[in-house]
Nanobody, 120 residues
């Protein structure tokens, strides 16, 4: 099982990006899926997550600007980033708790990280 993230890049303040993260492998089901970020010199922090029942949770700093969603048929989680600010600059990591044939009770997985840079 692995997570593959994509969609980062360089964007001007006020701009938008869409991140995607697809899970692949021998997956039975996926529980929670989410996005974290880590800026230089700072700890990794939760940005948003979405439960299997579609309940969402956001960090206060991104509420109203970012939207998390998931496509269960594609085992994919998305993060729409709008009204981006320079302080959103970070490496963004996707995260998921996945039940597989090897780990039927679930295991946490991380994607490889994708850089988001907000700068004029």
């Amino acid at each position: 099982v692995q997570l593959q993230a994509s969609g980062g890049g360089l964007v001007q303040p006020g701009g938008s990006l869409r991140l995607s993260c697809a899970a692949s492998g021998s997956i039975l089901s996926i529980k929670d899926m989410g996005w974290f970020r880590q800026a230089p010199g700072k700890q990794r922090e939760l940005v948003a997550d979405v439960a299997s029942g579609s309940t969402t949770n956001y960090a206060e700093s991104v509420k109203g600007r970012f939207t998390i969603s998931r496509d269960n048929a594609k085992n994919t989680v998305y993060l729409q980033l709008n009204s981006l600010k320079p302080e959103d600059t970070a490496v963004y990591y996707c995260n998921a708790v996945i039940m597989s044939y090897r780990f039927p009770l679930g295991k946490e997985y991380w994607g490889q990280g994708t850089q988001v840079t907000v700068s004029s």
